[in-house]
């Protein structure tokens, strides 16, 4: 499976984002797919992840009630809706998939986009 993130920017504080990770090869139906993000300094954390058919959703405390992950299988994506935006959502984010149930450990992620840049002014 190849991902794709993308749909990063500059934004102010308060506004929001929808990030999108686009699934090539594979059975993309099959993984549960994850965002995860990296801010500057600081080391790689779990955001959000959803189960193969969508049916179930994850997150981070830091985005809960203000980020939403779904997927569009037929579509082969992803989204990550990112609402209420702080200056410490500042990070690099990527997508992930994995063939097993869930888990917020990166590591134990097969496939990795490469990362699409989300910058939140304040």
Avoid: H
Wanted: hydrophobic share 35%; with cysteine.
């Amino acid at each position: 499976v190849q991902l794709q993130a993308s749909g990063g920017g500059l934004v102010e504080a308060g506004d929001s984002l929808r990030l999108s990770c686009a699934a090539s090869g594979g059975t993309f139906s099959s993984y549960f797919v994850g965002w995860f993000r990296q801010a500057p300094g600081k080391e790689r954390e779990f955001v959000a992840a959803i189960s193969w058919n969508g049916g179930s959703a994850y997150y981070a405390d830091s985005v809960k009630g203000r980020f939403a992950i779904s997927r569009d299988n037929a579509k082969r994506t992803v989204y990550l809706q990112m609402n209420s935006l702080k200056p410490e959502d500042t990070a690099v984010y990527y997508c992930a998939a994995r063939a097993g149930p869930y888990t917020d450990y990166e590591l134990l992620y097969d496939y990795w986009g490469q990362g699409t840049l989300v910058t939140v002014s304040s």
